[in-house]
């Protein structure tokens, strides 16, 4: 099973601020990798797919890249409403596995 | 607009069964694939099953294989979860997703909870 590490566990910041969210595969997945926030008490809504391709619907201050093993979701001046839970999740091979994820919080 | 709405969960004693449904709208259900993901409380995201639009293929992961039958009926726009030999590892909000690859649309989720 393809193994995904996400980094860090949590994040501080401020509103405004700009963020790197880390994604590593155990092994090469193309760009067969996508991104999906959680926040509390709700489902995961898809953010972004295959590693850099936007979402209708969802705000362009996010963004993705990476190939290969090592994959990166920003977000740009995060807003109040960004801070939740964010999941990695590749399509590379079955079993479809997920990262455990990175909790945004405000400092 | 797509919508998902899973039920049948509830609380049930180790080594039970429960079948969940989630119906689908919003979109032709018959050319998609359809996948099931848990969540075990305050913990991360666990796929389980998918189906392949005409039911031609299923896979599922390791720890339910052989205990979860995953199935549809196009007619009825409807998913299936069959959990059989329930285990307390199994308490968790299953949901039910669209798309192959990448599950782009969720619904809100049903909880299970196995506990004797």
């Known amino acids: 099973d393809i193994v995904l590490t996400q980094s860090p566990a949590t994040l501080s910041v401020t509103p405004g601020e700009s963020v790197s969210l880390s994604c590593r595969a155990s092994?090469?997945?193309?760009?067969?990798i996508h991104w999906y926030q959680q926040k509390s008490n709700e489902s995961p809504r898809l953010l972004i797919k295959y590693a850099s391709q936007s979402i209708s619907g969802i705000p362009s201050r996010f963004s993705g890249s990476g190939s290969g093993t090592d994959f990166t979701l920003s977000i740009n001046r995060v807003e109040s409403e960004d801070f939740s839970v964010y999941y990695c999740q590749q399509s590379y091979s079955l079993p479809l596995t997920f990262g455990s994820g990175t909790k945004l919080e405000i400092k | 607009e797509v919508q998902l709405v899973e039920s049948g969960g509830g609380l049930v004693k180790p080594g039970s069964s429960l079948k969940l449904s989630c119906v689908a709208s919003?979109?032709?259900?018959?050319?998609?694939?359809m996948h099931w993901i848990r969540q075990a409380p305050k913990k991360g995201l666990e796929w389980i099953a998918l189906?392949?639009?005409?039911?031609?293929?299923?896979y599922y992961a390791d720890s339910v294989k052989g205990r979860f039958t995953i199935s549809r009926d196009n007619s009825k726009n409807t998913l299936y979860l069959e959990m059989n030999s329930l285990r307390s590892e199994d308490t968790a909000m299953y949901y039910c997703?669209?798309?192959?690859?990448?599950?782009?649309?969720w619904g809100q989720g049903v909880m299970v909870t196995v506990s004797s």
């Open positions: 189906i392949y639009y005409d039911s031609s293929n299923k």
């Open positions: 919003g979109f032709t259900f018959s050319s998609y694939g």
């Open positions: 997703a669209k798309g192959e690859g990448y599950p782009r649309y």
């Open positions: 092994q090469g997945i193309s760009t067969s």
